[in-house]
């Protein structure tokens, strides 16, 4: 089943992305800066998707309708400051306020896929949505949060959010305009690195990345490499195919079990034990992934057995 199929990916492409932290955590510890980690992510995605793609579709792919080259620029864009912020956001922030900020993402989404998609805004859909919050809520522990809260963070947060959502929208309207993902993703790469480029020079990322792996060996290059694999090439792949065959807000749902790999994450390389309110969410969570998952197949069989009705309707009044 197409809508079935298109979910699973956009869970694994959410616990592939969900050990982002744990990756960045240790590039941070290896002595990585900030900057230096935002240009990994579109580093690995311009030169594998790029490859990939000229072998696939070939150097005409990058010739683009003229209407599609504003979205592709602003595509590019909101890849790069997402990237940004986001690093910039944790490394001021509690994970926990960082995170139920960026994910409320989640409610632009739905806002402007009515606008822009005209997809449907159910009350079972915001019903949804709202328990997903609560529950990645509960999970990051947000009510326990110590320590001062950074106005500066909380900015970037914010900026983070709005980006996550513009790229969503973005890569849904390339993918309805009927551009391939290898293409958009390779746009993806290149427009934010560029874009990236700007605020940290290629030469300064190199000395970073140098001085660093002078001091902790082969560590530095290993954790990059896999890094650049799984939670970029291998879970911007399964989220695009899943984004391909499902509405935004649906993938974004699935993306609850971001913040639970993360934190069990956390548990097994960082000894961060879970209190009962964080596997009261990790729960909720599942229980609404499950939920939404079921009701998809559900919707899905509805519709195959309505047309195959109106099909033999259609026979059966044809001369």
Same mark, same amino acid.
């Given at each position: 089943?197409?809508?079935?199929?298109?979910?699973?990916?956009?869970?694994?492409?959410?616990?592939?992305?969900?050990?982002?932290?744990?990756?960045?955590?240790?590039?941070?510890?290896?002595?990585?800066?900030?900057?230096?980690?935002?240009?990994?992510?579109?580093?690995?995605?311009?030169?594998?998707?790029?490859?990939?793609?000229?072998?696939?579709?070939?150097?005409?792919?990058?010739?683009?309708?003229?209407?599609?080259?504003?979205?592709?620029?602003?595509?590019?864009?909101?890849?790069?400051?997402?990237?940004?912020?986001?690093?910039?956001?944790?490394?001021?922030?509690?994970?926990?306020?960082?995170?139920?900020?960026?994910?409320?993402?989640?409610?632009?989404?739905?806002?402007?896929?009515?606008?822009?998609? $005209?997809?449907?805004?159910?009350?079972?859909?915001?019903?949804?949505?709202?328990?997903?919050?609560?529950?990645?809520?509960?999970?990051?522990?947000?009510?326990?949060? /110590?320590?001062? *809260?950074?106005?500066?963070?909380?900015?970037?947060?914010?900026?983070?959010?709005?980006?996550?959502?513009?790229?969503?929208?973005?890569?849904?309207?390339?993918?309805?305009?009927?551009?391939?993902?290898?293409?958009?993703?390779?746009?993806?790469?290149?427009?934010?690195?560029?874009?990236?480029?700007?605020?940290?020079?290629?030469?300064?990322?190199? /000395?970073?990345?140098?001085?660093?792996?002078?001091?902790?060996?082969?560590?530095?290059?290993?954790?990059?490499?896999?890094?650049?694999?799984?939670?970029? *090439?291998?879970?911007?792949?399964?989220?695009?195919?899943?984004?391909?065959?499902?509405?935004?807000?649906?993938?974004?749902?699935?993306?609850?079990?971001?913040?639970?790999?993360?934190?069990?994450?956390?548990?097994?390389?960082?000894?961060?034990?879970?209190?009962?309110? $964080?596997?009261?969410?990790?729960?909720?969570?599942?229980?609404?992934?499950?939920?939404?998952?079921?009701?998809?197949?559900?919707?899905?069989?509805?519709?195959?057995?309505? /047309?195959?009705?109106?099909?033999?309707?259609?026979?059966?009044?044809?001369?």
């Amino acid at each position: 089943m197409k809508k079935s199929t298109g979910f699973f990916l956009a869970i694994g492409s959410a616990v592939l992305w969900g050990s982002y932290g744990t990756f960045t955590t240790f590039l941070g510890k290896f002595g990585l800066t900030n900057a230096s980690t935002a240009m990994i992510g579109p580093f690995f995605i311009f030169v594998f998707f790029t490859v990939v793609n000229l072998l696939t579709n070939g150097v005409k792919s990058y010739k683009l309708p003229l209407k599609l080259i504003p979205v592709v620029l602003l595509y590019g864009f909101f890849s790069a400051m997402d990237s940004y912020s986001a690093v910039t956001a944790y490394s001021l922030l509690p994970i926990a306020v960082g995170s139920i900020i960026i994910y409320c993402n989640l409610f632009l989404l739905i806002l402007f896929s009515r606008l822009l998609f $005209q997809i449907k805004l159910t009350g079972k859909k915001m019903i949804a949505c709202a328990i997903a919050v609560i529950g990645i809520a509960l999970v990051v522990d947000v009510f326990n949060v /110590e320590g001062r *809260i950074s106005l500066l963070g909380l900015f970037w947060a914010f900026i983070a959010m709005c980006c996550w959502a513009g790229i969503v929208l973005c890569e849904k309207y390339l993918l309805n305009a009927g551009l391939k993902v290898n293409t958009v993703l390779s746009l993806h790469g290149i427009i934010a690195l560029v874009l990236l480029c700007s605020i940290h020079s290629p030469v300064a990322f190199v /000395e970073n990345v140098a001085a660093a792996f002078t001091a902790t060996g082969w560590r530095l290059p290993l954790t990059m490499v896999c890094f650049g694999l799984f939670t970029e *090439i291998f879970s911007y792949l399964t989220y695009m195919i899943a984004l391909k065959r499902l509405e935004p807000a649906l993938v974004q749902i699935a993306y609850t079990l971001d913040p639970v790999t993360s934190c069990l994450l956390a548990m097994i390389f960082f000894g961060q034990i879970l209190v009962p309110i $964080q596997y009261g969410g990790i729960f909720v969570i599942l229980a609404v992934v499950t939920w939404l998952h079921w009701d998809s197949r559900n919707e899905e069989k509805r519709k195959n057995q309505e /047309e195959a009705k109106n099909k033999s309707s259609e026979k059966a009044t044809s001369p």
